[in-house]
């Protein structure tokens, strides 16, 4: 069993329920962002499931320089402390360099390392000062084991409040794949372990200028770490992944959440 981190109204860990970690990856404006957030309330209310909201202010990551970002740190921390405040939801968002942990501290109730840079010391320094909860992103690059070294980088600030979160390993170019060993590897460290569905079935770059994905397979890889044992499942979810502005290959639809979480909760319940 893990230790328990809280975060806002949510307990993710110990004994609690599978957290569902869901959102658009990308604010594309305030209405949509907002809408998003009032439907996954209504639909986890509906499944019985605690939630918390996931949404980025800028995707710094982009294949192309041509693909849309985001609003960017001013705008979009205002739209997620908004989310947090008119619907009573913890809300998370990626933070890219050190300057931006104190202003998406004051707004947001988690911060996450992206994959990519949970090597890059300054960011995980930053982030671990703030005292916030902190979700770890595996880097793609990373073996499982190794991400004891990015949690001890954390420790040494003094936080302990921490999620790690297994979102695929590099196999090949354009390709990831999930290995549910990793799971169990993560949860060695004693802290919340989370399974990011979507992610794990992109493919990066594997769409020429932009990522590709196969978001079709994210709900059977979430009911296999499910039935593995974690604490979390996320799943970047959309009205209409087709036309999403970031990562919608990958996404799954807001009807397809309802029902993949019903499943989850029986899968959690039978290991309790």
Same mark, same amino acid.
């Given at each position: 069993?893990?230790?328990?981190?809280?975060?806002?109204?949510? !307990?993710?860990?110990?004994?609690?329920?599978?957290?569902?970690?869901?959102?658009?990856?990308?604010?594309?404006?305030?209405?949509?962002?907002?809408?998003?957030?009032?439907?996954?309330?209504?639909? %986890?209310?509906?499944?019985?499931?605690?939630?918390?909201?996931?949404?980025?202010?800028?995707?710094?990551?982009?294949?192309?320089?041509?693909?849309?970002?985001?609003?960017?740190?001013?705008?979009?921390?205002?739209?997620? %402390?908004?989310?947090?405040?008119?619907?009573?939801?913890? $809300?998370?968002?990626?933070?890219?360099? +050190?300057?931006? $942990?104190?202003?998406?501290?004051?707004?947001?109730?988690?911060?996450?390392?992206?994959?990519?840079?949970?090597?890059? !010391?300054?960011?995980?320094?930053?982030?671990?000062?703030?005292?916030?909860?902190?979700?770890?992103?595996?880097?793609?690059?990373?073996? +499982?084991?190794?991400?004891?070294?990015?949690?001890?980088?954390?420790?040494?600030?003094?936080?302990?409040?921490?999620?790690?979160?297994?979102?695929?390993?590099?196999?090949?170019?354009?390709?990831?794949?999930?290995?549910?060993?990793?799971?169990?590897?993560?949860?060695?460290?004693?802290?919340?372990?989370?399974?990011?569905?979507?992610?794990?079935?992109?493919?990066?770059?594997?769409?020429?200028?932009?990522?590709?994905?196969?978001?079709?397979?994210?709900?059977?890889?979430?009911?296999?770490?499910?039935?593995?044992?974690?604490?979390?499942?996320?799943?970047?979810?959309?009205?209409?992944?087709?036309?999403?502005?970031?990562?919608?290959?990958?996404?799954?639809?807001?009807? %397809?959440?309802?029902?993949?979480?019903?499943?989850?909760?029986?899968?959690? !319940?039978?290991?309790?």
């Amino acid at each position: 069993m893990s230790k328990s981190v809280k975060v806002g109204n949510v !307990t993710v860990g110990g004994r609690s329920p599978l957290v569902m970690i869901a959102g658009p990856c990308v604010i594309e404006t305030r209405e949509h962002c907002l809408a998003m957030a009032r439907r996954l309330k209504a639909t %986890a209310a509906r499944c019985e499931v605690p939630l918390i909201f996931k949404a980025s202010f800028d995707k710094a990551n982009r294949t192309s320089h041509r693909s849309y970002r985001g609003p960017g740190i001013a705008r979009g921390l205002e739209i997620l %402390a908004e989310v947090k405040e008119r619907y009573d939801l913890p $809300v998370m968002t990626d933070v890219h360099e +050190p300057w931006q $942990v104190n202003a998406a501290a004051g707004a947001v109730d988690v911060l996450q390392l992206p994959a990519f840079l949970c090597r890059q !010391t300054d960011l995980v320094t930053a982030m671990g000062e703030s005292g916030m909860p902190l979700n770890i992103k595996k880097g793609q690059f990373l073996a +499982p084991a190794d991400v004891m070294h990015v949690v001890a980088k954390i420790e040494e600030t003094g936080n302990r409040k921490i999620l790690i979160t297994e979102r695929g390993t590099s196999f090949g170019y354009n390709n990831l794949v999930a290995d549910m060993r990793s799971l169990l590897i993560l949860r060695e460290t004693g802290y919340p372990v989370v399974f990011d569905a979507t992610h794990s079935v992109q493919s990066p770059g594997g769409a020429g200028d932009r990522s590709g994905g196969d978001g079709h397979f994210a709900p059977y890889l979430a009911r296999a770490a499910a039935a593995v044992g974690c604490d979390a499942i996320f799943t970047e979810t959309h009205e209409d992944p087709e036309h999403a502005l970031s990562d919608g290959a990958n996404a799954i639809t807001l009807n %397809a959440a309802g029902k993949l979480w019903r499943i989850l909760k029986k899968i959690d !319940t039978l290991d309790r």
